[in-house]
């Protein structure tokens, strides 16, 4: 990358809060929906979760299991029928969910950059990328005039994106999904933000394109010294970017911990399940399914919402979810799971 | 011994969409060939837009092909009339890749299973009924649930629908294009799993159209490789996966993102300016790729 990348133009990322504590703290988070026949449902329960400076959270879970609502909540993007009902989301010494809308405008965008999964839908059809980036440094008072749009050109080079000058002129229609991705990251980044939260960034794309955005989102994360939380549903990206990860079922995070122990000794059965799904290469040889389907909202058991799919499903997992239980041991550290074999009381070892 | 599908030469275009773009054709499908054997899954790989879903329909005259001859159980499908193609079509199913999209959300799932039985004008009414309440049962669904509709259902069991649907007339091939790359990850095995144990009681061949390697790797015996309408490589899976010969298929290879990092390999980058269209070479024993 040139020397004259746009982020030369700013000091490093300034924060408020003292070096050692976690950038984006989220704690007994709850957001609660609103169905259409009138019952409230939690899509998100009791989530916590702390991201620090330039580190790495990958967020897994299947479709329904509430990752992407926890991302719109720490944004407080959710709309009605959605709403958060409980919980603290502290990001850089404040809580989000004390802000009001111009306080958050000022953070949106500025501070937490975000990248979704369908380009096509988060840019705006009718302005050039090139416009949109300029708008946005612009808006958060970084520069104006034609020196927002140099710095749109900037973004986008720094985005990889051949022929920065040309394509900033170009609308987003005019781009191939890669292309889109990698303006839709350039307008994520183009006000300097601390933490970029990213959800499912490649999944609409092919395989080495997604390579080749993954690549990016390394460099620029290095470069910018970043916090990214990253939401996907394929556990091998999440092994190729993260270093920590929590793994999302029914709305809480059922295993939590760094990426190299959590995926060579999963405690929790639905992450186990989870890897030993995966195509493991051996022609013939029979996949290792998880039996049932994935609950939808409104339709979470009580209890630990895996029980009824739950090889090891013991009598109190019917009733109750359970509680967050700290690992222990070597294997254990900075490991958190929400299973009661695990718990002490239940005998479950571990 | 002759192959149970042999597709030759298999060419198809399309009009450049849009009066704004001024006409001209893309090539979508460009000269492809190859066979499919009794009894095995054959692979057809790519990446978006490459052809693999355009030849899958091609071979079932779903798309009518530009040129090119189908060869299947010794009859070319690209000649045959309306009446002796919809015969032939017994023998030759499909199952769509969107379980969302490919079940008429008006029709209850046991009509849904029964359709090509009356199409096809087999059986009475009840012989029909029975059939679908067999069918049901054999792709792990309860026949209980024939009058149910299709959002009753999850992605999952919607599959497995489809699955009957496709199985209904016995086919001796079916054409699955992404059959489970809508669903969610730990539903996948379920119904990989199931396309299997099909294959090994009912003896089916398939025809896998996918673009997840590590998939492809798992289920298919060989595998060919699209890229922009043409194969570019094929080979027996081991071969493909162990000792790719074609620059594309290793760089779509190193592309794949690996949960074990003793499995992690060097990214190969692909030139996509540099391709030029070679014939395909064998390079070892059953191993043919594009290249010098």
């Not at chain 1, 986008?156 to 889109?180: I, T």
């Not at chain 2, 070679?278 to 390079?283: K, M």
């Amino acid at each position: 990358m040139k020397s004259q990348t746009p982020f030369a133009a700013f000091s490093a990322n300034t924060v408020n809060s003292p070096p050692d504590a976690p950038l984006l703290s989220v704690e007994g988070l709850q957001t609660v929906f609103t169905l259409a026949d009138g019952r409230d449902a939690a899509a998100v329960s009791d989530l916590s979760l702390s991201l620090r400076r330039g580190e790495t959270l990958g967020l897994v879970g299947e479709s329904g299991c509430g990752k992407s609502v926890t991302a719109l909540s720490i944004l407080r993007l959710v709309m009605p029928p959605g709403r958060i009902t409980a919980g603290r989301i502290v990001f850089d010494g404040r809580d989000l969910l004390t802000l009001d809308e111009p306080a958050l405008r000022k953070i949106r965008g500025r501070r937490i950059g975000f990248v979704f999964q369908e380009p096509m839908v988060a840019l705006n059809p009718v302005y050039t990328i090139g416009r949109q980036i300029a708008e946005t440094v612009a808006v958060h008072g970084l520069a104006r005039g034609a020196a927002a749009k140099a710095r749109a050109v900037e973004w986008l080079e720094a985005a990889r994106v051949p022929e920065p000058a040309r394509r900033a002129r170009e609308y987003p229609h005019q781009l191939s999904g890669g292309l889109r991705q990698r303006a839709m990251i350039a307008l994520a980044l183009c006000a300097n933000p601390a933490l970029l939260i990213a959800d499912e960034p490649t999944t609409a794309l092919d395989v080495t394109v997604q390579a080749e955005i993954l690549d990016l989102l390394r460099d620029l994360r290095a470069s910018l010294g970043l916090a990214l939380l990253l939401i996907t549903h394929d556990l091998g990206v999440v092994a190729e970017m993260a270093d920590r990860v929590a793994v999302m079922y029914g709305g809480r995070i059922v295993e939590d911990g760094p990426v190299s122990a959590v995926f060579h000794s999963p405690a929790h059965p639905y992450t186990r399940g989870l890897l030993a799904c995966l195509p493991d290469a051996t022609r013939g040889h029979r996949l290792v399914a998880i039996g049932g389907t994935v609950p939808s909202l409104g339709h979470f058991p009580p209890g630990c919402a895996f029980a009824p799919r739950c090889g090891d499903r013991l009598e109190e997992c019917s009733v109750a979810p359970p509680g967050i239980t700290a690992l222990s041991g070597d294997s254990g550290t900075g490991r958190t799971v929400r299973c009661y074999l695990h718990q002490p009381s239940s005998g479950g070892g571990a | 011994m002759t192959p149970l599908l042999a597709v030759s030469h298999l060419v198809r275009d399309f009009k450049r969409g849009g009066w704004l773009r001024g006409g001209g054709t893309v090539r979508a499908v460009d000269d492809v060939s190859f066979d499919v054997r009794q009894g095995e899954t054959f692979g057809l790989v790519g990446e978006s837009g490459c052809g693999k879903t355009t030849t899958g329909r091609c071979i079932l005259r779903l798309i009518e092909p530009t040129s090119g001859q189908v060869v299947f159980r010794g009859t070319d499908l690209a000649t045959l009339n309306a009446r002796n193609l919809r015969r032939a079509r017994r023998d030759l199913q499909i199952v769509f890749q969107d379980p969302y999209s490919s079940l008429n959300p008006r029709m209850r799932v046991g009509a849904i299973v029964e359709e090509p039985l009356i199409i096809h004008r087999i059986g009475t009414r009840d012989e029909r009924k029975a059939r679908a309440a067999e069918l049901f049962g054999l792709v792990g669904l309860d026949p209980a649930h024939a009058g149910r509709f299709p959002h009753e259902f999850s992605g999952g069991q919607r599959q497995r629908i489809g699955l009957a649907r496709a199985l209904a007339l016995n086919p001796s091939l079916v054409i699955a294009d992404e059959p489970v790359s809508a669903l969610d990850v730990s539903v996948q095995a379920q119904v990989v799993n199931l396309l299997q144990d099909l294959q090994t009681r009912l003896g089916l061949t398939y025809l896998f159209i996918a673009h997840d390697l590590r998939l492809v790797r798992q289920v298919c015996d060989r595998v060919a490789v699209m890229y922009r309408g043409r194969i570019v490589e094929m080979a027996p899976a081991e071969a493909l996966f162990g000792a790719p010969a074609h620059p594309y298929t290793r760089a779509l290879l190193s592309a794949v993102p690996r949960v074990s990092p003793e499995d992690r390999t060097v990214r190969v980058v692909f030139d996509h300016e540099a391709f030029r269209p070679l014939a395909l070479r064998e390079v070892a024993t059953d191993h043919l790729a594009a290249v010098e």
